[in-house]
């Protein structure tokens, strides 16, 4: 530690973690925008000029504030060592509203009699709306960070957002990389080699650029010389977007139509005050003593304003601060980022980056992250919580085969219809899948909580996660028996929607009651 710390200059250590950062943010934006464009038509120019400059500036203002925090650190501190808090675009949330919010309501809108491009400001309006709702909530919850982290076990934290990240962000994405395997695999050998297997790169090149600048090559490559996969487009001229990000007042339309997909949106603002509330401790860990507070704060600010101006994509402090602190990089690489990404969605040339990077090409990062947010599961989890951990990816995986059956490009929806309804022995098949994958997060989040209450012998606090579960499942919050996941009120349901939700609840409560019922004999046995 030295005695005068210089926190405006620039090292050498802020150009590594400036490229690290802006890949982490590019390759989100990538993907929002590839599944939005190619899974579900969205418009691209809505999503572009519209979407993407908002959420640009959350990253801008966000890393602008935490430039500020980290060289008031170093001028407290007399520290020239001191490396600001990274924030970003959040991957598993990103994907998730992307996959699971914005994508269907596109799809929702126009079925249900919009044309396209209205279809599109509904959706975007929704999105904004999704995140004024996060940030209000990341708001309120930065004072109460604590006591929400003792709430609810690491294993219902991590198993929830590693649910979503194994069968979403990467079982989704592996399947991109197989529709073109040569370049797919290619990309994907090399990240598990550099970022999985830490082997060296010639020259100590970034293992992401590398993998990026192979799979290029072999997309475009290939597929000139016809010897690429179907489906190979030639790159576009990049085309000029200029979109200044003023607030607007579209959320306050959105506001109905989020509604729907609370279940959803209210998780992804819990995990991120619980992310941040965990990436703060990491660098205090590696000496940078920051105020979780402040720094919830400024994640629910960045969001807001996000928001506000139109974006929707959330932002949060990302929890590789201690390895951007080990690359050298100090208090400048954070404001460089928001500069970066926050002028590229003004002046579009991240739209035009996004455009010629294929999916098959961003997969394999996305795998990547996948793979290691799922490990961190089990590695910040006590070990006797894994099977705690295991039972939360189940209502994910049930998600994902639902939003592949409710493709009408898999099941018609006549036949989805006929299949939602047709009973042999129990309840019908169909409905339980989608139904159990309906609010999956907080599913995943009461599963765990009552499987790792359950290890430590806290029969009471199991059975209060239980009987959570039962409450929440009468209005739809989790467990909803409307094929799209809506809230509603109990006594407004009739025919097959009230017998599944009453033997959802009813489940719920049974296994509550019994679980108080073993209490006695459990004392008797840790006794």
Request: glycine share 12%; aromatic share 10%.
């Amino acid at each position: 530690m030295t005695t005068t710390a210089h926190p405006r200059r620039i090292v050498a250590g802020d150009v590594n973690g400036l490229f690290g950062l802006v890949v982490d943010n590019l390759s989100i934006l990538a993907f929002v925008a590839t599944a939005l464009v190619g899974f579900f038509g969205f418009p691209a120019e809505v999503l572009f000029t519209h979407m993407f400059p908002g959420s640009a500036l959350g990253v801008l203002v966000g890393n602008l504030i935490y430039t500020r925090m980290a060289r008031s650190l170093a001028r407290r501190t007399g520290r020239d060592d001191v490396t600001a808090m990274p924030l970003g675009l959040d991957a598993p949330t990103s994907i998730g509203m992307a996959l699971l919010v914005l994508g269907p309501a596109f799809v929702k809108f126009k079925q249900g009699g919009m044309d396209e491009h209205a279809a599109a400001i509904a959706t975007w309006h929704l999105g904004m709306a999704a995140l004024v709702v996060m940030g209000v909530l990341k708001f309120v919850l930065s004072f109460f960070g604590d006591a929400v982290q003792r709430a609810v076990p690491r294993a219902g934290l991590l198993g929830s957002i590693a649910g979503i990240a194994l069968v979403l962000m990467g079982f989704f994405p592996l399947v991109e990389i197989l529709r073109h395997p040569i370049v797919g695999l290619a990309g994907l050998g090399i990240v598990f080699y550099a970022l999985i297997a830490r082997g060296r790169l010639p020259g100590n090149l970034p293992g992401v650029l590398v993998a990026i600048v192979v799979g290029a090559a072999l997309y475009y490559g290939l597929g000139a010389a016809g010897l690429g996969a179907p489906g190979f487009h030639a790159p576009a001229a990049p085309t000029w977007r200029f979109a200044l990000p003023w607030p607007n007042l579209g959320f306050v339309d959105g506001l109905p139509l989020v509604v729907p997909y609370l279940p959803l949106v209210l998780p992804f603002g819990l995990l991120m005050v619980i992310g941040g509330i965990n990436v703060t401790e990491s660098a205090r860990a590696a000496g940078d003593d920051y105020s979780t507070r402040d720094i919830l704060l400024t994640e629910a600010f960045s969001t807001l304003v996000a928001g506000v101006c139109g974006g929707v994509v959330q932002t949060t402090p990302y929890i590789g601060q201690p390895a951007y602190k080990a690359m050298g990089a100090r208090t400048a690489y954070t404001w460089l980022t928001g500069v970066v990404i926050g002028l590229g969605g003004v002046f579009g040339y991240l739209s035009n980056l996004i455009e010629l990077l294929p999916l098959p090409v961003l997969a394999p990062i996305l795998v990547y992250v996948a793979i290691t947010i799922t490990t961190q599961a089990f590695e910040a989890t006590p070990q006797r919580h894994y099977a705690a951990v295991v039972f939360a990816f189940f209502p994910a995986v049930a998600r994902m085969v639902a939003i592949k059956l409710g493709d009408p490009g898999v099941v018609p929806p006549d036949r989805f219809a006929e299949l939602f309804a047709r009973a042999d022995h129990g309840l019908p098949e169909l409905a339980t899948i989608v139904v159990l994958g309906n609010g999956f997060i907080i599913t995943s989040m009461i599963w765990a909580g009552y499987a790792a209450a359950l290890i430590d012998g806290r029969l009471p606090r199991a059975a209060v996660f239980l009987a959570a579960g039962g409450v929440l499942t009468l209005f739809g919050l989790i467990h909803s028996v409307d094929p799209n996941g809506a809230l509603y009120l109990p006594w407004n349901l009739s025919g097959l929607g009230a017998t599944l939700a009453g033997q959802f609840a009813a489940a719920y409560g049974v296994l509550a009651l019994l679980t108080l019922a073993l209490t006695p004999f459990n004392r008797e046995t840790k006794g």
